[in-house]
């Protein structure tokens, strides 16, 4: 197979992929302010204490959950899944 022809191979599949994403999202009925908050989620841009810390580089910042105040406030590895305060009332 040659080069061009793997080229459009991938884009064709990603071509499927976007159309697949863009399915789902109208067949979930999802507004544009939540489907922009999980993609906003999935880029990890969400306004938690550590995004200040080490990303927007705020050093005054306390980078604790503002909960529970144990570890670091974390969408991925603290608020969906271990904070004490969050897990018995906000986890489905």
């Known amino acids: 197979m040659s080069c061009?022809?793997?080229i459009i191979i991938i884009i064709i599949i990603?071509?499927?992929i976007i159309i697949t994403i863009i399915t789902i999202i109208?067949?979930?009925g999802l507004s544009a302010e939540t489907e922009d908050?999980?993609?906003a989620i999935q880029d990890q841009v969400i306004l938690t204490r550590n995004y200040k810390k080490y990303i927007l580089k705020q050093p005054d910042t306390d980078e604790l959950c503002?909960?529970?105040?144990k570890e670091s406030e974390t969408i991925e590895k603290h608020i969906t899944a271990a904070?004490?305060?969050l897990?018995?009332?906000?986890?489905?």
């Open 4 to 6: 061009p022809a793997i």
């Open 14 to 16: 990603i071509i499927i």
């Open 83 to 85: 904070c004490e305060q």
């Open 87 to 92: 897990a018995p009332t906000e986890y489905v």
């Open 37 to 39: 908050f999980l993609t």
């Open 66 to 69: 503002r909960r529970c105040g």
């Open 26 to 28: 109208i067949k979930a």
